[in-house]
């Protein structure tokens, strides 16, 4: 079974500054991927960025970068230079390669603030 | 290029009516997957259609039902609905099964 914990329910962080969203994940998929997805009031789920298993480097998307570290099954998001437009929830999720391919397995979310 | 959308946005039903929400997949995708995020928790998978067929289904009861249509699109239909059913529905798109899934805005279910 595959498994996403997130471990913080809330952040409030100033404007501007950086921010660790944390992700720990369980599976016994020996290959899989690795997404975050913010998602405002609205409610549409947005995607950020991945990050495969056999990926070498860390992925990055702009402001976002993914801090992947798979001996600790570790998949924590790092926002650069957070703006008032970054609050919402964000969700990581993993999806196996081989079982449940089809499917994203999802975390508890974290709900992100940023004060100006 | 028109995104994922569903319809209806909100919905209002009662206990043990029946409801089909919609979905029309993001242009040029052809499989649909379908969500349910209760308030305050991440969304859990229910199915996924592609080719018309369910191909993986998640850990719900039978009153969860699909369908694909020809052009791509999906309904989801639940029976004998329970308070615990009222929740966010959300419809991802993808091209093929594997693929990176698109988002739709989501059809907010309340049962009463």
């Known amino acids: 079974a595959q498994k996403i914990t997130q471990t913080q329910p809330g952040m409030f962080v100033q404007e501007k500054e950086a921010v660790t969203l944390d992700c720990t994940y369980d599976t016994s998929d020996p290959s899989y991927g690795l997404f975050w997805y913010k998602q405002p009031s609205s409610g549409e789920m947005i995607f950020l960025i991945y990050q495969g298993s056999y990926d070498q480097q860390n992925a990055t998307e702009g402001r976002y970068s993914l801090n992947f570290q798979k001996a600790r099954k570790s998949a924590n998001l790092v926002i650069s230079a957070s703006q008032l437009g970054d609050s919402a929830m964000y969700f990581c999720a993993m999806r196996g390669r081989i079982q449940g391919a089809q499917k994203l397995v999802f975390g508890q979310g974290t709900r992100l603030t940023i004060n100006p | 290029d028109a995104g994922v959308t569903q319809s209806p946005t909100h919905l209002i039903k009662t206990r043990g009516q029946q409801v089909t929400l919609r979905c029309s997949p993001k242009?040029?995708?052809?499989?649909v997957s379908w969500y349910q995020q209760a308030l305050g928790q991440g969304p859990q998978f229910i199915f996924q259609y592609y080719e018309e067929e369910e191909r993986q289904r998640g850990n719900f009861p039978d009153r969860f039902s699909g369908h694909q249509f020809p052009n791509y699109s999906s309904e989801l239909n639940v029976n004998a609905l329970l308070l615990g059913d009222s929740a966010l529905y959300l419809c991802a798109s993808s091209f093929r099964q594997y693929n990176e899934q698109f988002f739709g805005p989501g059809t907010r279910l309340t049962v009463l």
């Open positions: 242009s040029g995708h052809d499989t």
